[in-house]
Structures are given as structure tokens and as C-alpha cells.
């Protein structure tokens, strides 16, 4: 057996850092989950790694160069004589629904191969959960902290727009209060039906710097279920491209730039592509980590 040594730099006393790594690659599938999950993630002798998730059916990658303490981690839990003594599947007496399954491949630094499959439920050995736990945290940390993301469409709807005018209106808890006054002057706030769905939850109102989604809860009680809310903008006040490329293939951009103009990952935001007229249309976007995979 042979040992890769990575000399990461020198200094007076030869040697700052030497990055040991003792195997030629790993592979870490999760797949399962109540969403369906799909994670994908690569680790190389060099100890780089690429995470990979899918999205709305298009996969996203995210590389990342391992630090020297991950990849201190990585070495005892990988060491060639526990992985070999593994079994290589370990099922659960009894399935658990939505539960998720893991698959490692393992390659030795000479090339001897090794795959390890486990699903939630099973009695699975310290080791593979040393291992398991191991790839998770690298996977977290992967994901929290990308150099670069990507614009995506969450929904998307040019439908009827209307005005409904209210004598007040109270938004509390995820409730908003109106009272219908058609004869009476009151507050006009826009709305968009979705023209797909004209009945439903597919209703979006606007109201001060906010888009809701509401369903109705009682309309003829007076009241609307609010139950979700985005922070809205006028799409030319903040990008300079057309929102069709985000619908058709996203936008992908170093980090700190999203950043600069206050959008995270991992959050959506809704936006108002024109005056809210009788063809007004909105789109709601998502930033999420990584760029799209080759």
C-alpha cells in the first residue's frame, strides 16, 4: 500500500502543512426521503469534492476543496482495513416509509473497490455510522458555504388581475381581515388569480413591499388564510437580464454578488415584472446553492 502526499506549502522548517490522503476516491449517494431527495457527492485523492442535488428535475453541483481537519476526519474513518470488514448491504427488518437510503463506493488507493449500502432502520455497525456521520457533515458544510449560486424559477403566472377594494384590511398571524365595500372608498389592493387555476390557493395579493399567497378560509366570514408571504421588488429596480432566462435555464452567479443586492440561498423572493395592470404578472424566484452540473 502507498500513502499520497499533497505538499500544500513550504516554510523555514521545510513542510507548513502535508495533506495525507489513503484512498483514490469516495462516493456518497443519499437518496429517499418524504421530498425525494438525490445527493450525490465525490471525493477525489486530491481532496477536492463536488456535492450534487437535483432541483425542479435539473441537477446542481457544488465543488469545493476539502480543509486539512476534513480530510483528517476522513482518513481514520476510511481506513482501509475497517472498510474491507464491512458487510456490503445492511437492511432493516421492517422498511421505514420516507426514510433514506445511503451507498458508498469506496476505491483504495490501489485500487480495490468496496460498495456499502444502508437504509434508516438497520442495525448498521460504528463504524459505517462513524463514516456516514463523517460525509454528512462534509456534505452540510459543502452546501452552507458555496462560492457560487444560481437564480431559479419557483413559480411562475401571468393570469387575470383585479382590484378589490377594502374599507380595512388587518393582517394577523397568517390571517388577513377585510371588509368588502364596493360602494364605499376604501383600500385597493391588487390581485392575481392564476388563469390556470382560477379557484384554490393559487391566488396571489400585494400589499405594501409583500406578495402573499392566500387560500380561502371563509371568504363570505370576512377573512383570508395567508400562508406564505415574499418580499416583493420590481424586477428592473434590481437586474439588469431578462426574467425569461431564469425560467427557461437560471442564472448563476458568484455568491457574493447575489449577496450585494440582499438575496440569499436557499430563499425566495417575488418579484413584479410590470405595473400591475389587467395583464400584470409576477414571478417568484429561488437562489439555491451550486451552478448547473455539466
Request: aromatic share 14%; glycine share 8%; charged share 20%.
Amino acid at each position: 500500500m502507498f500513502i499520497i502526499l499533497l505538499i500544500s506549502g513550504c516554510g523555514e522548517s521545510g513542510v507548513d502543512s502535508i495533506r495525507v490522503v489513503s484512498f483514490r476516491s469516495i462516493e456518497y449517494d443519499v437518496t429517499g426521503g418524504f421530498a425525494g431527495v438525490h445527493q450525490k457527492t465525490v471525493i477525489d485523492s486530491n481532496g477536492s469534492a463536488v456535492f450534487s442535488y437535483y432541483r425542479s428535475n435539473k441537477k446542481y453541483c457544488i465543488a469545493k476543496k476539502l480543509t486539512d481537519e476534513q480530510l483528517a476526519r476522513l482518513n481514520p474513518a476510511f481506513d482501509q482495513y475497517v472498510v474491507f470488514k464491512l458487510e456490503d448491504e445492511y437492511k432493516p427488518e421492517h422498511p421505514i416509509a420516507d426514510g433514506f437510503s445511503y451507498h458508498i463506493k469506496y476505491v483504495s488507493d490501489s485500487g480495490i473497490t468496496k460498495d456499502i449500502s444502508a437504509s434508516d432502520g438497520a442495525d448498521i455497525p460504528f463504524e459505517l455510522k462513524n463514516m456516514l456521520t463523517t460525509l454528512g457533515e462534509i456534505n452540510r458544510s459543502i452546501n452552507s458555504e458555496p462560492e457560487y449560486a444560481t437564480l431559479i424559477s419557483a413559480w411562475n403566472g401571468e393570469g387575470i388581475v383585479k382590484n378589490w377594494i377594502f374599507t380595512d384590511v388587518i393582517l394577523e398571524s397568517n390571517t388577513a381581515y377585510y371588509y368588502d365595500s364596493l360602494e364605499n372608498a376604501g383600500q385597493i389592493i391588487d390581485y392575481f388569480r392564476n388563469v390556470s387555476a382560477q379557484y384554490g390557493n393559487n391566488i396571489l395579493f400585494l400589499s405594501g413591499d409583500s406578495l402573499y399567497s392566500i387560500y380561502d378560509g371563509g371568504k363570505s366570514y370576512g377573512y383570508f388564510n395567508v400562508y406564505r408571504s415574499f418580499p416583493a421588488k420590481l424586477w428592473d429596480d434590481i437586474f439588469d437580464f431578462d426574467v425569461n432566462q431564469v425560467l427557461n435555464e437560471g442564472i448563476s452567479k458568484p455568491l457574493n454578488e447575489w449577496k450585494s443586492i440582499g438575496l440569499q440561498p436557499g430563499n425566495t423572493y417575488a418579484f413584479i415584472l410590470d405595473k400591475i395592470e389587467d395583464n400584470g404578472k409576477a414571478v417568484q424566484v429561488r437562489l439555491i446553492s451550486g451552478v448547473p452540473c455539466n
